[in-house]
């Protein structure tokens, strides 16, 4: 059967190449709306007056454009210092991490491993069990690192789900003859893992990356447990910034129209706290996603 016959026949018994792409196009763009108008409703309602947004009013545009939001939040002494802790956390948190997130995947990717299924199991159990809250904060007390930066990174260093990811990826997308080669050569395993597997895996590295950014980048709850005000990260100070001005709303109703207008100030700041926390890591996205997007699938699967 030549190429063209067989062409007609596949338009006949279905929809043909232009129609298939129309309609894949057309429900990725209605995904794609899904996903993303929430984001920008946020964006739109943190220059909006709250509200025209409770009310319906805005929808792709900002209603009564202000900036007063912003104002307030940039006005918090303590929002440079939240940044700037932020990003301390965030860079050592990543570098530390994602290390050992390495170390950890790399054994466990090498077949011969002695008691490789035991220690896999044992990484596994912490998954689904752990000692709780109270015994962490023991820990972490007798440990000496309370108020220290250690303390937001010591306690759950080694995320294992991120672990079996990377773990999966050495064992399916780096070939084993080129590991193997490298050790009839006479390379040690050191040699093999900073020459050969670090550099061959640039696109799960980005993704332990940008996981790695992002939960260190929003983690508040960890800071308010160990650490002082002075050394809270931008969430928590966005936080303190919201329940203050919450409970200056709830005790203004003595006075004649202060409750209506702080109960507008907080939710004017309640979006652009949102926008605040959430730019640096959008703004980063962009620039590893076609790296994010190849390692993800590649070490999804399974080994």
Known sequence: MSVLSRRKQGQLGGLSDRTSDIILVVISVIILLIVAYPLYYILVASFSDPYDVYAGKTFLLPSQFTLDGYKAVFAEQN????????????????????????????????????????????FIITMYFGGGLI????????????????AMFLPGGVAVSNAIIARNYFENSIPGALKEAASIDGASHFRIFFSMIIPLSMPILSV????????????????????????????????????????????????????????????????????????????????????????????????
């Open 79 to 122: 929002i440079v210092r939240g940044y700037g802790n932020s990003i301390l956390y965030t860079v050592v948190g990543t570098i530390y991490s994602v290390a050992l997130i390495y170390l950890v995947a790399y054994p466990l990717s090498v077949p011969d491993l002695p008691f490789k299924k035991v220690i896999s199991i044992f």
């Open 208 to 303: 332990m990356v940008v996981f790695s950014m992002v939960a260190y980048w929003n983690d508040w709850f960890t800071a308010l447990i160990y650490m002082t005000n002075e050394q809270a990260p931008l969430p928590l100070v966005l936080r303190n910034i919201l329940i203050k001005s919450s409970a200056s709303a709830s005790q203004a109703s003595m006075i004649s129209g202060g409750y209506a207008e702080l109960n507008k100030m907080t939710e004017m700041i309640k979006f652009s706290s949102i926008i605040v926390a959430a730019a640096p890591m959008l703004i980063i996205y962009p620039f590893v996603q076609k790296y994010f997007e190849k390692g993800l699938m590649a070490g999804a699967v399974k080994g």
């Open 135 to 150: 015994p962490t904060y023991l820990i972490v007390q007798k440990t000496g690192i309370m108020q220290t930066i250690w």
